[in-house]
T-cell receptor, first 115, second 113 residues
Framework: DTGVSQDPRHKITKRGQNVTFRCDPISEHNRLYWYRQTLGQGPEFLTYFQNEAQLEKSRLLSDRFSAERPKGSFSTLEIQRTEQGDSAMYLC?????????????FGPGTRLTVT | GNSVTQMEGPVTLSEEAFLTINCTYTATGYPSLFWYVQYPGEGLQLLLKATKADDKGSNKGFEATYRKETTSFHLEKGSVQVSDSAVYFCALIRNTGGFKTIFGAGTRLFVKA
């Protein structure tokens, strides 16, 4: 297994369009996280899945954002009616309950630019 | 709430200089502490970690010690190289609840030859 993968790596879209990102976690990891990173800031937590259940959502996740993990493997993050403020790097991470330190492994991110 | 505060950058050093990047945290319970590094154009990479008080994490010449009494996890390196130029993020994970990672704002390091 080569780690967490994300697709696409870059996305440019016009304001008002919908976009969807995909994350494939490390195969044996049952926890999956989404974060958003804006320029000059650290990543901020968006939402978290354990298997297929979405257990926590940040207040940052407005109702235009929806995330799914239908079979407890890959996850998608959809942003509807994109706004320029949505421009950011979207990071996915995964972890295993067997890790004592709860370390999360991060993917390369999807950079979204809304024009 | 839980938070991480790290020194503002950028930090500019000459090659072979000593590096310290300060990090303090606020958290309930006993979090695990991490330093991540982000090289230009690349994703987040775990640099080192510590899971309990007085633990020292180390990797690639970098070290940080988990100090519960001062709620700190300062990053140090005795002799920096140009290739260490990157953004460094201090982070914590609480060992209860959703286990989300809480990051500091990052400190950009420039190392001059």
């Amino acid at each position: 297994d080569t780690g967490v993968s994300q697709d696409p790596r870059h996305k440019i879209t016009k304001r008002g369009q919908n976009v969807t990102f995909r994350c494939d976690p490390i195969s044996e990891h049952n926890r999956l996280y989404w974060y958003r990173q804006t320029l000059g800031q650290g990543p901020e937590f968006l939402t978290y899945f354990q298997n297929e259940a979405q257990l926590e959502k940040s207040r940052l996740l407005s109702d235009r954002f929806s995330a799914e993990r239908p079979k407890g493997s890959f996850s998608t993050l959809e942003i509807q009616r994109t706004e320029q403020g949505d421009s950011a790097m979207y990071l996915c991470a995964s972890s295993s309950p067997g890790l004592e330190d709860y370390e999360q492994y991060f993917g390369p991110g999807t950079r979204l630019t809304v024009t | 709430g839980n938070s991480v505060t790290q020194m503002e950058g950028p930090v500019t050093l000459s090659e072979e200089a000593f590096l310290t990047i300060n990090c303090t945290y606020t958290a309930t319970g006993y979090p695990s502490l991490f330093w991540y590094v982000q090289y230009p154009g690349e994703g987040l990479q775990l640099l080192l970690k510590a899971t309990k008080a007085d633990d020292k994490g180390s990797n690639k010449g970098f070290e940080a010690t988990y100090r519960k009494e001062t709620t700190s996890f300062h990053l140090e390196k005795g002799s920096v190289q140009v290739s260490d130029s990157a953004v460094y993020f201090c982070a914590l994970i609480r060992n209860t609840g959703g286990f989300k990672t809480i990051f500091g704002a990052g400190t950009r390091l420039f190392v001059k030859a």
